[in-house]
T-cell receptor, first 111, second 116 residues
Framework: SQTIHQWPATLVQPVGSPLSLECTVE??????LYWYRQAAGRGLQLLFY??????ISSEVPQNLSASRPQDRQFILSSKKLLLSDSGFYLC??????????FGSGTRLTVV | DQQVKQNSPSLSVQEGRISILNCDYT??????FLWYKKYPAEGPTFLIS?????DKNEDGRFTVFLNKSAKHLSLHIVPSQPGDSAVYFC???????????????FGQGTRLTINP
C-alpha cells in the first residue's frame, strides 16, 4: 500500500537555528512531491514541489529550501530560522483521482 | 492574489441539519476541484472531488456542486454529524510549468462545528 511518512510531529527551534524536515513515501515510484505550510489563521500555501530527483520548483520566495536526494525522499530545510517560519508543515504526494495524500504534518514553533 | 477563496472562516450547524460550505475561484483555467477535511494536528484528508465537465458529484452524505459561470463551488453535508466538525479546505487544480506537475491551490479553510 502507499503511505507517506513525515517527521518530526512537533518541533520547537530558536531563531537563527537550522531546520530539516523529512518526508518519505512508500509503495510508489517517481511520485510528485509537495511541501505546504499552514500559517496560523491562514490556508495552505504551496512552498515547493518536485517531479523527480534533484528537481525542485519554488513557489514563493522565502527563507526555506527543499531537496530531493532520492526518489521517495523530500526534505525541507533552512539555514537560519525566522519567527515567521512558524507554522504547520505538510508534505504531500499526488494521487491522480484524489489529489494529494498528505503526511501527518509537523508543527514548527520558532521562539 | 488569492485564486481560491473561502469567505466564511467558520460555520456552526445543528446536528442533523444541512451544512453548506462555499468556495469561489478566479482562475478560469482551473478544471478540477477537491474538498479536504482537516482535524487539528493532522494532515488534510481527501473528501470529494468534481471535474469541470460536471456540475454535481455525490458520495453518501457529501455532495459537491460546481457553477462554472459563477466560478463557485459548494459542499453540502446532510445530515450533519458531530464527527463532521473539522476545517474544510476547497482546492483547485492548476498546471505546473515543469513536466506537467499538477499543483493544487487551496482556499483559507472553513471551520465547521456541528452542535448536538
Amino acid at each position: 500500500s502507499q503511505t507517506i511518512h513525515q517527521w518530526p510531529a512537533t518541533l520547537v527551534q530558536p531563531v537563527g537555528s537550522p531546520l530539516s524536515l523529512e518526508c518519505t513515501v512508500e509503495g510508489t515510484s517517481n511520485p510528485n512531491l509537495y511541501w505546504y505550510r499552514q500559517a496560523a489563521g491562514r490556508g495552505l500555501q504551496l512552498l515547493f514541489y518536485s517531479v523527480g530527483i534533484g528537481q525542485i520548483s519554488s513557489e514563493v520566495p522565502q527563507n526555506l529550501s527543499a531537496s530531493r536526494p532520492q526518489d521517495r525522499q523530500f526534505i525541507l530545510s533552512s539555514k537560519k530560522l525566522l519567527l515567521s517560519d512558524s507554522g504547520f508543515y505538510l508534505c504531500a504526494w499526488m494521487l491522480a483521482s484524489e489529489g494529494y495524500t498528505f503526511g501527518s504534518g509537523t508543527r514548527l514553533t520558532v521562539v | 492574489d488569492q485564486q481560491v477563496k473561502q469567505n466564511s472562516p467558520s460555520l456552526s450547524v445543528q446536528e442533523g441539519r444541512i451544512s453548506i460550505l462555499n468556495c469561489d475561484y478566479t482562475n478560469s483555467m482551473f478544471d478540477y476541484f477537491l474538498w479536504y477535511k482537516k482535524y487539528p494536528a493532522e494532515g488534510p484528508t481527501f473528501l470529494i472531488s468534481i471535474s469541470s465537465i460536471k456540475d454535481k458529484n455525490e458520495d453518501g452524505r457529501f455532495t459537491v456542486f460546481l457553477n462554472k459561470s459563477a466560478k463557485h463551488l459548494s459542499l453540502h453535508i446532510v445530515p450533519s454529524q458531530p464527527g463532521d466538525s473539522a476545517v474544510y479546505f476547497c482546492a483547485a487544480s492548476g498546471r505546473g510549468t515543469i513536466q506537467g506537475a499538477q499543483k493544487l491551490v487551496f482556499g483559507q479553510g472553513t471551520r465547521l462545528t456541528i452542535n448536538p
